[in-house]
């Protein structure tokens, strides 16, 4: 089951815009985690956020968690041309495993 | 892509064919998952296995097999029982941490 739903689906943006991707989730996790894909090629993790933590950073990226609303938001500022890719959340219910329940993603398109 | 490998990258099967898609990771990872992701589509589990002789079904398990004899390799066999098995495959690792490690993938193709 895809319980994580990327919204848009697709975003298309300008060279040095920034991008915001959404996600929300139906249940309750132990962790969120963001990842990229380029065409064709396998998964990239790109930051993961945990059930007790409201915002991480990593370079250009920026995170946030509301689990309040079951939701979260990646955050691509100044964005570039090899920022075009697919962009996934995918979520940990925690427990004995660490599997993962992604989502459908957010095709993502910079243009120059 | 991480320290896993995948191969064959193209595979074509014939009807009726079982075919096996190869794993292998350098990672010292315990678990492994395999993914079947058709165009446009997130990804949906077929197994995972969290140690060594054990395994267990994901989401879409059915017309799939799965051995885990060593702790680097983990193949999957994709059966003639599985009636649409063109897709692009991706097999995983993850650390301590949660993190999933994904190999380039394997896309296979029923002729």
């Known amino acids: 089951s895809q319980q994580g739903e990327e919204d848009p689906q697709a975003l298309s943006i300008q060279e040095g815009e920034n991008a915001t991707m959404n996600c929300s989730y139906k249940t309750s996790i132990n962790n969120l985690q963001w990842y990229r894909q380029n065409s064709g090629r396998g998964l990239v993790h790109l930051i993961l956020?945990?059930?007790?933590?409201r915002e991480k950073h990593s370079g250009r990226l920026r995170v946030t968690l509301d689990t309040s609303k079951k939701s979260s938001s990646l955050l691509i500022t100044a964005s570039r041309a090899a920022d075009t890719a697919s962009y996934f959340c995918?979520?940990?219910?925690?427990?004995?495993?660490?599997?993962?329940?992604f989502g459908k993603g957010t095709l993502l398109t910079v243009n120059p | 892509d991480g320290g896993i490998t995948q191969s064959p990258k193209y595979l074509f099967r014939k009807e009726g064919q079982n075919v096996t898609l190869s794993c292998e990771q350098n990672?010292?990872?315990?678990?492994m998952y395999w993914y079947r992701q058709d165009p446009g589509q997130g990804l949906r589990l077929i197994y995972y296995s969290q140690i060594v002789n054990d395994f267990q079904k994901g989401d879409i398990a059915e017309g799939y097999s799965v051995s885990r004899e060593k702790k680097e390799s983990f193949p999957l066999t994709v059966t003639s029982a599985q009636k649409n098995p063109t897709a692009f495959y991706l097999c995983?690792?993850?650390?301590?941490?949660?993190?999933?490690?994904f190999g380039p993938g394997t896309r296979l193709t029923v002729l």
């Open positions: 995983a690792s993850n650390d301590i941490r949660g993190e999933q490690f």
């Open positions: 956020i945990r059930s007790n933590e």
């Open positions: 990672l010292n990872h315990d678990a």
């Open positions: 995918a979520r940990n219910s925690g427990g004995s495993n660490y599997k993962l329940t």
